[in-house]
């Protein structure tokens, strides 16, 4: 089994990329951010620790959940506040991966493990992943996409982007490189390629 590590900034087609490698026989996606997700559900010692990190904000919904555009507003203007938060959930998602990725080789019925995270080079998944790959779109079609598709606004776009790494430093880290710019169709013939490679 070869454990493979797809990243990239917001808005890049990551999901896009895995849920076409999804579609391929012996192949498992994980997605970062659906862990986390999981990991701070009331209840979770993620939640109690994001609680107690933040007792000055509401960020909650009604039914106690962490509502994610509250939660966001506050993460993604504060450097101090993200690296809180990044300290309480990522070691969480990443003790979860790797008990994964273990188990998963140990069974050995799959040919390929993805998992897509937006921080896999800031979170040192390179330690864990055989190889790291990169998806790359620019950023005015990022934005295009994101304000399009999720109702995202130029500001909170603007903010994540500045919240994450330059494409050299991603270049730097990855042995591959999708570009995403063109349609899916292309994509796809990438993936293709890049799958035939390995
Ligand atoms: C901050 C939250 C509430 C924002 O939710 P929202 O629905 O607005 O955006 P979404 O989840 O689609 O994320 C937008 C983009 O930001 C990235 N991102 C998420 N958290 C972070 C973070 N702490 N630092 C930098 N980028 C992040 C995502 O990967 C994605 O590229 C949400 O992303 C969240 O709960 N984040 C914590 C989970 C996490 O750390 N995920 C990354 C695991 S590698
Ligand atoms: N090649 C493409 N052509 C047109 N639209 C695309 C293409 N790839 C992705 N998209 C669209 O762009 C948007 C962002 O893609 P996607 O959600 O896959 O990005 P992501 O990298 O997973 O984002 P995040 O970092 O938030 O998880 C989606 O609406 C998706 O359908």
Redesign the pocket.
């Known amino acids: 089994m070869k454990f493979i590590g797809i990243t990239?900034?917001?808005?890049?087609?990551?999901?896009?990329?895995l849920d076409y490698m999804a579609t391929k026989p012996g192949v498992r996606v994980m997605l970062a951010?659906e862990i986390a997700h999981e990991l701070m559900e009331p209840g979770t010692d993620c939640y109690e620790q994001i609680r107690q990190a933040f007792p000055e904000h509401d960020i909650y919904k009604e039914d106690g959940h962490f509502d994610r555009i509250k939660l966001a507003k506050v993460i993604f203007s504060d450097e101090n506040k993200r690296a809180g938060m990044n300290g309480i959930v990522h070691p969480a998602v990443k003790a979860y991966v790797i008990a994964e990725a273990k188990r998963e080789r140990q069974e050995g019925t799959l040919a390929l493990l993805v998992l897509?995270a937006?921080l896999l080079i800031e979170e040192h998944y390179d330690e864990i992943c055989d190889e790291l790959w990169y998806?790359y779109?620019r950023e005015e079609i990022?934005e295009a996409?994101?304000m399009?598709?999720?109702g995202y606004s130029r500001e909170k776009v603007q903010q994540i982007f500045s919240s994450q790494l330059k494409e050299a430093e991603y270049r730097k880290h990855c042995s591959v490189v999708i570009d995403?710019n063109?349609?899916?169709e292309?994509?796809q013939r990438q993936i293709d390629a890049a799958v035939c490679a390995i």
């Open positions: 990239g900034g917001v808005g890049a087609g990551k999901s896009a990329v951010d897509e937006a998806i779109t990022r996409r994101l399009e598709s999720r995403n063109e349609g899916l292309e994509m």
